[in-house]
Structure formats: C-alpha cells, structure tokens
C-alpha cells in the first residue's frame, strides 16, 4: 500500500510539472512597417475585454523606434484573450496625438490589424486566444 501511495505522489507531481509548464505561454509581436525611427514605440498587451477597455497591461514594452521592423516577446502568459495596443510616440509626450477631429496623427495598431470606426478598435476584432505560443504581426496604421 505504500507503494501505491508513493506512486501516486510522484505521479501528482509529474502532473501538476507538466500542468505549470503548459500554463505558460509565449506572446511574440512582430511591428511591420515602422516608417520613422524618431520617437518611442509603445506596445502594452491587454488580458481581457475590461483591461483593454479600461486601464493596465499584463506586459507593457517601450522602445526606441527603428525604421523597418520590431520584435518584443511576452513570457509565462497564462492561457487566455488577449490584445494588443500600439502607439508610435514620434514627438515622446507619452500621448498618442490627435488632430482637431480626434483623428491620430502618430501611428498606432492593434492586433489582428483591428481598425476603428470612429475611435479605437474593437475588443470583439483585436482579441485573440492564447492556448499555445503565439505570434502576432501588426502593420502600424500611418
């Protein structure tokens, strides 16, 4: 019988190993068609339609913008909807500006490519499903 017992530890923690391993998962966001390398490129990855909605990032990146293209990778995320939002901050005020109409003059993205009608996009067009690693490649709107 201790036999059994000892077994089945061994087999409990092999499991929950394997279950912490599979849990945590790898976000790789690829930025195409950066045109400017003047500036500050913001990436902030939303967990959820509230996050996204609201305020806060389970991972949030700030680089300085090169022409061309651009790679950031989020770690350990746990397996979820996601979205991303990205600013090109030319002018580094920390604010994505706009003209007298509301319409950004800095580039900006989503993922999926996801455009807005009038105001950002969507979370129903932007989220997408982490279950495994996954990459998103994003083309700045100009």
């Known amino acids: 019988m201790k036999t059994s017992k000892t077994i089945s530890a061994f087999l409990l923690i092999a499991a929950l190993g394997a279950y912490t ?6 976000l790789t966001i690829v930025i195409e068609d950066i045109d400017d390398a003047t500036g500050i ?3 902030q990855v939303m967990a959820g339609q509230a996050q996204f909605e609201g305020e806060g990032a389970v991972a949030q990146f700030m680089e300085p913008a090169v022409a ?8 350990d ?8 939002r990205i600013m090109h901050d030319l002018n580094g005020n920390g604010e994505l500006d706009t003209n007298f109409v509301g319409m950004p ?18 979370w129903e067009d932007a989220r997408f499903v982490v279950e495994s690693d996954v990459t998103q ?6």
Do not use: C, D, H, W
Request: net charge negative.
């Open 68 to 75: 061309g293209t651009l790679t950031f990778t989020a770690e």
């Open 41 to 43: 490129l913001q990436v």
């Open 105 to 122: 003059t800095e580039p900006y993205a989503f993922s999926n490519n996801a455009r807005g009608s009038f105001g950002p996009a969507k």
């Open 77 to 84: 995320l746990p397996p979820g909807e996601y979205a991303i």
């Open 137 to 142: 490649v994003i083309s700045l709107n100009p």
């Open 21 to 26: 391993q599979a849990s945590a998962e790898t």
